[in-house]
C-alpha cells in the first residue's frame, strides 16, 4: 500500500517562509512525477508545482519566484520551499504522486494535506 506522508505546514507572516515535505511508503515503489496542489477554500484545487523523475520542473505563474520544489529520489520524498509568502497562498496544500508497483500498476495518489495560513 502507497501512502504520501506530508509535514511542515503552519503559520507565518506575511513574507515568511515555511518549506513542506512529502514522504512516500510503500514496497518496490517507482515513482514518476510528484507535485504540490492546494486547495483555499471555496475554491477549486489547483497545480502549485509539479516536478518530474528527471528533475524537470513546472510552477502556476502565481508562486513562479517565490516556491521551489525539489525531490530526493533515494527517499522518495518531494519539497516545496515557499518564500515571501503572501495571504492568498492560504490553502490546505497536498502532495501528488503517481507512482508505480506491481501490485496496482501506474496510479495517482494524494497526501491528506497541511494547512498553510498566511497572516498579513
Known amino acids: 500500500q502507497v501512502q504520501l506522508v506530508e509535514s511542515g505546514g503552519g503559520l507565518v507572516q506575511a513574507g515568511g517562509s515555511l518549506r513542506l515535505s512529502c514522504a512516500a511508503s510503500?514496497?518496490?515503489?517507482?515513482?514518476?512525477?510528484m507535485g504540490w496542489y492546494r486547495q483555499a477554500p471555496e475554491k477549486q484545487r489547483e497545480l502549485v508545482a509539479v516536478?518530474?523523475?528527471?528533475?524537470?520542473?513546472n510552477y502556476a505563474d502565481s508562486v513562479k519566484g517565490r516556491f521551489t520544489i525539489s525531490r530526493d529520489n533515494a527517499k522518495n520524498s518531494v519539497y516545496l520551499q515557499m518564500n515571501s509568502l503572501k495571504p492568498e497562498d492560504t490553502a490546505v496544500y497536498y502532495c501528488?504522486?503517481?507512482?508505480?508497483?506491481?501490485?496496482?500498476?501506474?496510479?495517482?495518489?494524494w497526501g491528506q494535506g497541511t494547512q498553510v495560513t498566511v497572516s498579513s
Open positions: 501528488n504522486a503517481d507512482v508505480s508497483t506491481i501490485v496496482t500498476g501506474l496510479r495517482d495518489y
Open positions: 510503500g514496497s518496490r515503489l517507482r515513482i514518476n512525477a
Open positions: 516536478i518530474t523523475t528527471g528533475g524537470n520542473t
